[in-house]
T-cell receptor, first 112, second 115 residues
Framework: KNQVEQSPQSLIILEGKNCTLQCNYTVSPFSNLRWYKQDTGRGPVSLTIMTFSENTKSNGRYTATLDADTKQSSLHITASQLSDSASYICVVSANSNYQLIWGAGTKLIIKP | DARVTQTPRDKVTEMGQEVTMRCQPILGHNTVFWYRQTMMQGLELLAYFRNRAPLDDSGMPKDRFSAEMPDATLATLKIQPSEPRDSAVYFC?????????????FGNGTRLTVT
């Protein structure tokens, strides 16, 4: 069964600290892996999209990694800011743009 | 900044009433998605359109839900009759289908409460 699992479910860190969110997937065939940020009361916003051949992709203070062999991805946030408080959702595409398998998300809270 | 626009932002209605949600995709995007998000289920795909043609609506309860694209600038999702279990946030997203890896652009959703 195609599944995307994220950990931790929630995380609280102090402003300025770094953190890493995890995503494990069992999706086949695999096309690409995406990370989305969802602020409370808003729609998800795309952070990164990585294909099979990409190991790392950065978007400002966000760096995503992908290990297609172990079917794991991580999202690293550097020097966290209060505006990083949101849910971060890992999404895996099973070979087409609409066959997206969504994770349940990690709720990140940044405290001053 | 081009964005997906959804109306209404919030809708409270009584069980049995018809609900219509509207979406204006980003100009030039030829694929449109309807998703439903709840705390229990996360994001679920309800329907998917490409070039205004429905390609997949298997995620929708067929007896009460319907999705259409009357033209390239408008997508609608209707529920008739609505039930309390339909309470959720409904998101519309659009994408430019130039390749298989184009990002989805989401609106800010319609929060539906059915009492």
């Amino acid at each position: 069964k195609n599944q995307v699992e994220q950990s931790p479910q929630s995380l609280i860190i102090l402003e300025g600290k770094n953190c890493t969110l995890q995503c494990n997937y069992t999706v086949s065939p695999f096309s690409n892996l995406r990370w989305y940020k969802q602020d409370t009361g808003r729609g998800p916003v795309s952070l990164t999209i990585m294909t099979f051949s990409e190991n790392t992709k950065s978007n400002g203070r966000y760096t995503a990694t992908l290990d297609a062999d172990t079917k794991q991805s991580s999202l690293h946030i550097t020097a966290s800011q209060l505006s990083d408080s949101a849910s971060y959702i890992c999404v895996v595409s099973a070979n087409s743009n609409y066959q997206l398998i969504w994770g349940a998300g990690t709720k990140l809270i940044i405290k001053p | 900044d081009a964005r997906v626009t959804q109306t209404p932002r919030d809708k409270v209605t009584e069980m049995g009433q018809e609900v219509t949600m509207r979406c204006q995709p980003i100009l030039g995007h030829n694929t449109v998605f309807w998703y439903r998000q709840t705390m229990m289920q996360g994001l679920e795909l309800l329907a998917y359109f490409r070039n205004r043609a429905p390609l997949d609506d298997s995620g929708m309860p067929k007896d009460r839900f319907s999705a259409e694209m009357p033209d390239a600038t408008l997508a609608t999702l209707k529920i008739q009759p609505s039930e309390p279990r339909d309470s959720a946030v409904y998101f519309c997203a659009s994408a430019a289908q130039r390749s298989r890896i184009s990002p989805l652009h989401f609106g800010n959703g319609t929060r539906l409460t059915v009492t």
